[in-house]
């Protein structure tokens, strides 16, 4: 019997609103102590977005036109963390919205490991927020749960 994502996807997720400070997110993710993937969700619990490292960084630096974001082969500059301009005011005027990206990858509670396990190595992501069919979040899965799943599968716990 093939093990679904149901059976092994972590619970006990951390979400925020669209609503949700820079300074509360800041907060919330000096708790975690790998790089965090954060849920945004809507009243409803549905999974409307993502916050990650890359989404902290990206949003303080001078614009850069959308269409040589699109360029494959175009090196971007190396972004040094200590040269971006960040002002405390920043702290409570920056929402969550403003952040996020909404183009999410997700993966149904139903679904096989084996198939996400290829869909995570296929768009290399180590994380994946996990959803109902009415696209609630539910929770998250990782490459390690995966791997640790099919450890105990094997017989080592």
Avoid: C, W
Avoid at 14 to 37: D, G, M
Avoid at 102 to 117: I, R
Avoid at 133 to 144: A, E, P, R
């Amino acid at each position: 019997m093939d093990m679904l994502v149901k059976d092994i996807m972590k619970k006990d997720v951390v979400s925020v609103k669209r609503s949700t400070p820079l300074k509360e997110l800041i907060n919330i993710l000096k708790n975690f102590h790998t790089i965090p993937l954060v849920p945004v969700v809507d009243d409803d619990n549905g999974l409307i977005g993502m916050v990650s490292f890359h989404n902290l960084i990206d949003a303080f630096l001078p614009y850069e036109s959308s269409i040589l974001k699109t360029i494959p082969f175009l090196e971007r500059e190396e972004i040094d963390i200590f040269e971006l301009e960040i002002t405390p005011e920043m702290g409570v005027l920056v929402l969550v919205d403003d952040l996020m990206d909404t183009k999410v990858l997700a993966v149904n509670e139903e679904e096989p490991l084996e198939k996400v396990y290829n869909l995570m190595k296929t768009h290399s992501i180590d994380k994946l927020p996990v959803v109902n069919q009415d696209q609630k979040l539910l929770g998250m899965i990782g490459d390690f749960d995966i791997l640790i799943a099919v450890f105990r599968q094997k017989g080592i716990k």
